[in-house]
């Protein structure tokens, strides 16, 4: 049950799930209100009044609230859930938050979950003998935040306030006193985002103060090598007994890498980075926490946690009762680090975002955050793909917004393709047909060395766009085009080892596009295809109806809008109505580390974006069948 709730002056409507504090209904419409404890009712700030519909009086409320004000109507909207419809009058922000340009064109007020506090403490005397900590307590309670104690900073109070007359900086994260500093550090302030893909792991170093991105850098994910996809390393997990800790290892370590690596280009130190949020789908976080990921590979697809969670960084280590064999223990040795986690603050909080479902990820979760998805206030309707290994689609407007995953298989990231390779230097990035072959490559090399995914999607749709391949894949042979096509293009029909091909490259340097290949993306883009139908007809749209079609992740940043379109991987919309918005889940990260209201928000998201399983779909194999031909262009035109 959702109920409608209008935010005064501004006249916001928004719609929220039973039980939806009105402070959170506000961060889901975009609507700043006033709070330094993160709307967990210790500060007091978040002040409203109810216009229209009622909401019972907390202990709270008396604690911040007069008498007068509560019969007025008076209530901390943190502690307010909706169980009606209502009319609420915000009071005006005091003060202009900071804010920064992030995401699909996102403005986003800088709040983060790490705060500083700049304490000058009254020194011990026969005349108040308060334990240390209590004296921290009682000073941070009074400026609005309520804490718990980690016991890491028990030991180094002692030293730390007497070492700096009593003058501190706390650190606090969420409702955790996770450090003390001597003096005042309230001006350096460091958070991590992660985006951990099955082949890609991209870090962000951001300042917490400014929004400012301090250093970015990708690195090949480390458990590549036990598997190109999740199935094969959750089939890892099931065959070794020490399966699960060598893949958690082997991303830790690959995190560590990347953190040294950024650290070294922005100069920050790694003792002022205190939180980092983490985003990828199921399987990867499932790892990565060290949970064992088996329930995921079957039906009915069912993962561990689905919810957010919050982690010591330090402490995600393999578990310490699990067998550990030769090879595990001497990777660690290797390196003479043992088990000490992700390597930040030494108790720096590590945290996940929400999974829609088993095969739709926090990755997902955090490129709808990125893009405003399922919180746009028209009635437009969008369509958001990941493409990868793994599809994931989103597809919704303001009064619905559903999602799916489809497995398109490793083609799009040049897996399994004979010339195929990842995109870096050499590799063919895009293909123009004429009367012959025009290549762009990567590093801007004269000889090519293979071909990657963009550019294996840019020649398959050259080919279709031109006639050498029909709707139905079929590479046309030699004999057949002679007296259709130029000279250049029929001698580039060639046989590879008894399998027809065509030539891209010089013979010499023998790069071709298999009709396997082609094969292989049509698979690959007839499952996200089918994917999409299912959720159009689950909704009853046509692709007249689609008012941007937002191609996200790594792959989906450099692909043509205009080949896609041609190969079937998106609808048949306006060339201009195709986006390209980036690592969406990268940014998404980064805006839940910046601002504790967008994090509540993407917490919110499961609430308003539904779930569908595609092999629970009737027909769907008949779909999936349908969408492996290429469309017709002529008709199309």
């Not at 003390?180 to 170093?205: F, K, W």
């Not at 970015?216 to 020490?242: C, K, W």
């Not at 195929?420 to 801007?444: N, T």
């Not at 048949?572 to 509540?600: T, Y």
């Amino acid at each position: 049950m959702k109920y409608q709730i209008t935010f005064l002056p501004q006249n916001i409507v928004t719609h929220a799930p039973e039980g939806t504090t009105i402070f959170n209904a506000a961060n889901w419409a975009g609507l700043a209100i006033d709070s330094t404890c993160g709307g967990r009712g210790t500060c007091g700030k978040c002040k409203v009044k109810l216009v229209q519909g009622e909401s019972a009086a907390t202990e709270a409320d008396h604690k911040y609230i007069s008498t007068q004000e509560l019969v007025e109507g008076w209530r901390l909207s943190c502690r307010a859930p909706l169980h009606q419809e209502c009319v609420v009058d915000v009071p005006r922000l005091m003060t202009s938050p900071k804010a920064a340009l992030l995401g699909y064109g996102r403005h986003v007020a800088i709040d983060p979950n790490v705060a500083k506090i700049y304490l000058q403490l009254d020194e011990p005397s026969f005349d108040d003998q308060r334990p240390d900590i209590e004296r921290v307590i009682v000073a941070l309670d009074k400026e609005g935040y309520a804490v718990r104690v980690d016991p890491a900073v028990w030991r180094t109070l002692p030293k730390t306030l007497r070492n700096n007359e009593f003058k501190i900086t706390a650190v606090v994260c969420g409702d955790e006193l996770i450090a003390v500093e001597g003096g005042d550090t309230t001006n350096t302030m460091y958070g991590l985002a992660l985006d951990i893909g099955t082949t890609t792991v991209v870090g962000a170093i951001v300042d917490l103060k400014t929004g400012a991105v301090a250093a970015v850098q990708s690195t090949l994910n480390g458990q590549a090598s036990f598997g190109a996809d999740v199935i094969s390393r959750v089939s890892y997990t099931m065959i070794e007994p020490d399966g699960l800790a060598t893949l958690q290892t082997r991303i830790v370590e690959t995190i560590n890498t990347l953190v040294d690596q950024l650290l070294a280009t922005c100069g920050v130190a790694r003792e002022n980075i205190y939180e980092a949020v983490a985003v990828g789908n199921a399987t990867m976080l499932h790892l990565l926490l060290g949970i064992d990921p088996e329930a995921i590979s079957v039906a009915p697809f069912i993962p561990v946690i689905e919810h957010a969670v919050t982690v010591p960084a330090s402490h995600l280590t393999p578990h310490p009762l699990l067998p550990l064999s030769p090879l595990l223990t001497n990777f660690s040795q290797e390196r003479g680090e043992g088990w000490s986690g992700v390597r930040l603050h030494p108790q720096a909080r590590l945290c996940t975002l929400p999974h829609l479902g088993a095969y739709v990820g926090a990755d997902i979760v955090a490129g709808a955050l990125a893009t405003g998805l399922a919180r746009t206030k028209d009635d437009k309707w969008r369509l958001y793909i990941d493409v990868g290994t793994n599809g994931e689609i989103i597809l919704g407007s303001a009064s619905r917004t559903i999602s799916t995953a489809a497995p398109a298989g490793p083609a799009f990231e040049g897996a399994q393709i004979k010339c195929g390779m990842r995109a870096s230097d050499g590799a063919i990035e895009g293909v123009h047909i004429d009367d012959d072959v025009h290549l762009q490559i990567i590093g801007g090399t004269c000889r090519p060395v293979g071909i990657c995914g963009s550019g294996l999607v840019d020649a398959v749709a050259e080919l279709v766009r031109v006639g050498l391949v029909d709707s139905s894949g079929f590479l046309m042979r030699r004999e057949d085009a002679a007296n259709r096509f130029d000279p250049a293009l029929v001698n580039r029909l060639i046989e590879s080892n008894g399998v027809r091909a065509f030539l891209l490259s010089t013979p010499e340097e023998g790069i071709v596009l298999t009709q396997p290949d082609i094969r292989a993306l049509q698979f690959a883009k007839g499952a996200i295809a089918a994917g999409v139908d299912v959720l159009m007809k689950l909704l009853g749209i046509q692709a007249s109806a689609l008012h941007e079609v937002l191609l996200a992740g790594s792959f989906g940043s450099y692909i043509n809008p205009a080949s896609a379109r041609t190969i079937g991987l998106v609808p048949w919309v306006p060339v201009e109505h195709i986006v390209a918005v980036g690592n969406a889940a990268g940014e998404g990260a980064k805006i839940a580390l910046l601002s504790f209201r967008e994090r509540e928000a993407a917490n919110r998201i499961p609430d308003f974006i539904e779930y569908v399983e595609l092999s629970s779909q009737e027909n769907f194999n008949d779909v999936f069948t349908q969408a492996l031909n290429f469309p017709d262009v002529k008709r199309n035109a």
